[in-house]
């Protein structure tokens, strides 16, 4: 906000403690959204590797629901399939579901834009692989204007507008109204 965010409409984040917090704290009208990746991931760390084909396909049928409702049946019967033999992964969906289901009040191409924090995360890949390989910087600036080359090198990638964003950004106006602005 200091650095001239007007507004946030969605925010995907990987559910580190506090960031949903801060984040509606500066921004109270701002949608949570937990990275389902990020979930499935710490979930699958509890899941023994013999169940965990099976447990992903069940689980597949929760966050790939066409509609909230449909998901919270496929989460109850995912709990009544693998609850007594992996409560606290069943138990993190439930508690986190308020973060995780965000996404189901948007449509499928919008979905797709905000389940996941995976682009923001490929960015920093990008810019470590760069980084990782230098031993030591004789100073910050160096280190600056490595990142600085790199950014731009990556964002030489980013030709290709967003798929239907014309479509996506009049959903969006119509779900946020004014906060949405397009310029017609």
Known sequence: KSRGVKDILIACTDNLTGFSEAILASFPESEIQSCIIHQIRNS????????????MQDLKTVYQAPTKDKAELEL?????KWGVK???VIKSWQNNWHKLSTYFAYDEQIRRL???TNAVEGFHRQVRKITKTKGAFPNDMALLKLIYLAVEN????????????ALTAQQLHIKFGDRMRMDL
């Open 44 to 55: 699958l760390k509890y899941v023994a590797s013999k169940d965990q084909k099976t447990f």
């Open 76 to 80: 109850d019967k995912l709990n009544n």
């Open 86 to 88: 992996y409560p606290v």
């Open 114 to 116: 905000i389940y996941t």
């Open 154 to 165: 990556i964002s030489k990638k980013w030709t290709s507008p967003l798929q239907n964003w």
